[in-house]
């Protein structure tokens, strides 16, 4: 069976997504003011030219998140497969309720008194024990 979970952000995520965005544009902007009037005419060549782009990339990048639906935040949408798991019958001549770590501790108990391991006092006493656990 596959189950889809999808997760979208909430009113108030988008606004503050919103908010966030204009002021990460507005403080981008100031670096790119400050790329073309200070840091390429004063002759920093290469590194003048990349602070510019990247500062433009930032302006861009928070015009997006000002003006699109849920601002910088998205939707995920995720499948999960699940494996289902029969349901037992107790009338199937199984006892369902009884663990298998129970029934294997059980099993071996038995396996040792056939051994001759364990005395028929042995099993029973330590047979009653782990029946108690339930």
Known sequence: MKKNIQWKPSPAARKFSRIFSVVFALIALGFVVIGVTEIIPSGAGVFGIVWT????????????GAVSRDGLYRGYSVEI??????????????????????????EQLETLKEAGLITAREYEDKRQEILREL
């Not at 494996?83 to 294997?104: F, L, M, W, Y």
């Open 53 to 64: 782009l990247m500062a433009c990339t930032f302006v861009g990048i928070g015009i997006y």
């Open 81 to 106: 497969e699940e494996e289902e798991t029969p349901r037992s019958n107790a009338r199937e001549g199984h006892v369902s309720s009884i663990g298998p770590d129970v029934k294997a501790r059980l």
